[in-house]
C-alpha cells in the first residue's frame, strides 16, 4: 500500500539534512554577520536563536514529515486542508532560491579552474565584473548570454536533475554521502592550513573579541535568528519534504539535534578559517583585519581569489580546494531545494518522479538561465535580498503563528515526536514555538517594515547591502513582487483537488496501518 520511496539508512538521512543545511550560508555569510553583530559577543544570541527556534523547528519540520509522508503541500494537506497554501508557497520561494543558487555554484566552478595561475589577476573586484559581464550592462537590463556562465550553470543542472532522476536513495542519498564527506576533508585541509598562516590570530581575534554591548541591540537579535533560519533550511519545504522519507521508526528528536549541532559547528568551523585568511591578508597588506573583511559574493569572489595570490605555496591548489567546498556545499543544499518542488509536483499532478524532474526542474534551468545573463548579477541581488528577508523569516512566522496558535497541533506533533524519539520534548520545546519564536520573527518582521520604509529614501548608505547597480527601492520592492507572486501561485496550485487517494487517512498514518507494510 505504501511504497513510498525511503532513505537506506538514519545516517543517510542526516547527512542529506545536513547536506542542505551547510551551504553558502555556512561559508560565507555566517563568518561576517557574526563578525558584525557584536564578534563572541554574537555566540549568546546565536545559541539562544539555535535553541530556542532552529532546533524546536527543525523538530516540528521533521515530525510533520515523518508523521504525514509527504511533500510539504501535500503533508499541509494531510495536516489540515486550509493549511495545504503554506506548503505551496514555502515551495515557491524555493522554487526562486534554487535558480540563482545555481548560478552561484556556476561562478564557483570557473573560479576552481581560475585558481591554477590565479587568471583573475590583481585587481579581483574589476575581474570579476568583466568576467560576469556585468559591467557592460545598466542595473535592470539583461544583455547577451555570457557563455562562461551559461555553460557552467548547465553542468550545474544537469547533475542536479540527474541526482534527482535516480531517486532518494541511489539519487539523492548516495550524492550527498559522497560530497558531505569530501566536504568536511576538503574543508579541515583548508581550516588547518588557514590557523598556521602568519596573521591568523590577528583575524581570529577579530572574530572572537566579543562586544557585549552590542547584545541589547535588537538588531544583533534579528540576525541572529535569520542566520538559524536560513541556515538550517527551515521553512523552505526542505526538512518536511527530506523527513517524509524516514522510516516509520526514526528517532525524530535525536536527528533533529545532531543536525543543528552539525550544522552550527561547520558554521564555527568555517568561521575559523575564513578570519584566519582575512587576518594573513590584513597582515600581508599592511591593514587591520577590519579593512578586509566582506561577506557573500564579495567574500567569495573578490576577497578570497586576493587571498589565494598572497599564499605562501600551493595557491592554485588552495584556490581550487576553496571553491570546491563552495561547489559541494551549494550542490548539496541545491538538490534539496529542487527536491521540494519535484515532490510536490509529482504528487500533485499524479506524475513520475522523472516527469516532475523535467518539468519542475526544467522549468527552474530556464529561469536560472537570466542569472547567465550579462546583467545576472543585479538580478541576482534582488533574488537573494528578498530570501535572506522575507523568505527566511516571514514564512517561518506564518508556519508558528498557523500550527501552534489557529490549528493548535502542537500537543499533536509533540505526542507524536515523542513517540518515536530518544529525546522527549518538554515544555520548553511548546513555549519556544508557541511563544518566543512568534514574538521574536513577529518583531523582525516589524522591524524589518521600519527599516525599509524609513531608512530607504535617506539615503543610508545602501540598506540591502546589495552588489551590483540597483536602486535600493528597485531591490525592496521586487523582493516584495516575487514574494507575492510565490503566495499567488500558491494559491492557485490548491485550486487542483488532490488524487483522493492521497488523502486518506491510511495511506499515510502508521497507527492505522497494518505492521506488514
Ligand atoms: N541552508 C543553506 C545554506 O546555509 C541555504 C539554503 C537556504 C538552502 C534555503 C536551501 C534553502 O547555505
Known amino acids: 500500500m505504501n511504497n513510498r520511496a525511503q532513505w537506506g539508512t538514519r545516517l543517510g538521512f542526516i547527512l542529506a539534512a545536513c547536506g542542505s543545511a551547510i551551504g553558502l550560508g555556512n561559508i560565507w555569510r555566517f563568518p561576517a554577520t557574526a563578525y558584525e553583530s557584536g564578534g563572541g559577543a554574537f555566540f549568546i544570541p546565536y545559541l539562544i536563536a539555535l535553541l530556542t527556534a532552529g532546533i524546536p523547528l527543525l523538530i516540528m519540520e521533521f515530525s510533520l514529515g515523518h508523521k504525514f509522508r509527504g511533500s510539504a503541500p501535500l503533508t499541509f494537506s494531510r495536516m489540515n486542508k486550509k493549511a495545504e497554501w503554506l506548503g505551496w508557497w514555502a515551495v515557491f520561494v524555493s522554487f526562486v532560491i534554487s535558480t540563482y543558487y545555481g548560478a552561484i555554484i556556476a561562478w564557483a566552478i570557473m573560479y576552481a579552474y581560475f585558481s591554477f595561475g590565479q587568471k583573475w589577476g590583481t585587481d579581483t573586484e574589476t575581474f ?120 516509520k521508526k526514526s528517532d525524530i528528536t535525536g536527528n533533529a539535534f545532531i543536525v543543528g549541532f552539525g550544522n552550527s559547528s561547520f558554521e564555527l568551523l568555517a568561521g ?60 548539496s543544499s541545491l538538490i534539496s531545494i529542487v527536491e521540494t518542488y519535484v515532490a510536490g509536483f509529482s504528487e500533485k499532478f499524479n506524475i513520475s518522479r522523472s516527469k516532475a524532474v523535467i518539468f519542475g526542474g526544467g522549468l527552474a534551468m530556464l529561469v536560472s538561465l537570466i542569472f547567465a545573463t550579462q546583467g545576472g548579477l543585479n538580478f541576482l541581488d534582488t533574488a537573494d535580498y528578498f530570501i535572506n528577508q522575507f523568505g527566511v523569516a516571514f514564512i517561518g512566522l506564518v508556519e508558528v503563528i498557523m500550527i501552534a496558535w489557529f490549528l493548535r497541533k502542537l500537543g499533536n506533533i509533540q505526542e507524536h515526536a515523542n513517540s518515536v524519539s530518544s529525546i522527549k520534548l518538554g515544555g520548553w520545546w511548546k513555549v519556544s514555538l508557541g511563544i518566543i519564536t512568534p ?26 547591502g546589495n552588489y551590483g547597480g540597483y536602486e535600493d527601492a528597485f531591490i525592496i520592492y521586487g523582493g516584495w513582487f516575487v514574494a507575492a507572486a510565490a503566495l499567488i501561485i500558491g494559491l492557485l496550485f490548491t485550486l487542483k483537488k488532490w488524487n483522493p487517494e492521497l488523502l486518506d487517512e491510511s495511506s499515510y498514518d502508521s497507527s492505522k496501518e497494518d505492521e506488514a507494510v
Open 128 to 247: 570579476l565584473y568583466d568576467f560576469l559581464g556585468v559591467s557592460q550592462v545598466e542595473a535592470g537590463q539583461t544583455g547577451v548570454f555570457v557563455p562562461e556562465v551559461l555553460i557552467p550553470i548547465l553542468i550545474v543542472w544537469a547533475v542536479v536533475l540527474f541526482v534527482l532522476y535516480k531517486g532518494v536513495r541511489k539519487g539523492i542519498e548516495l550524492a550527498n554521502r559522497i560530497f558531505i564527506p569530501t566536504l568536511a576533508v576538503i574543508f579541515l585541509i583548508i581550516v588547518i592550513r588557514a590557523v598556521t598562516l602568519d596573521g591568523a590570530g590577528a583575524g581570529l581575534d577579530a572574530f572572537f573579541s566579543p562586544d557585549f554591548s552590542r547584545i541589547w541591540e535588537g538588531e544583533v537579535w534579528v540576525a541572529a535568528y535569520g542566520q538559524i533560519f536560513f541556515s538550517l533550511s527551515i521553512a523552505f519545504a526542505i526538512m518536511i519534504t527530506y523527513s517524509s522519507y524516514l522510516d
Open 272 to 331: 575559523i578559517g575564513v578570519f584566519s585568511a582575512l587576518g594573513y591578508l590584513a597582515t600581508q597588506m599592511g591593514e587591520p583585519v577590519s579593512e578586509v573583511v566582506a561577506g557573500g559574493v564579495g567574500l567569495a569572489f573578490v576577497i578570497f581569489p586576493l587571498i589565494i595570490n598572497e599564499f605562501p605555496g600551493m595557491n592554485g591548489l588552495f584556490g581550487f580546494l576553496f571553491f570546491a567546498s563552495l561547489v559541494l556545499a551549494g550542490m
Open 439 to 464: 514574538l521574536i520573527l513577529g518583531y523582525m518582521m516589524f522591524d524589518l517594515f521600519k527599516v525599509n520604509l524609513l531608512k530607504q529614501h535617506t539615503g543610508d548608505n545602501n540598506t540591502t
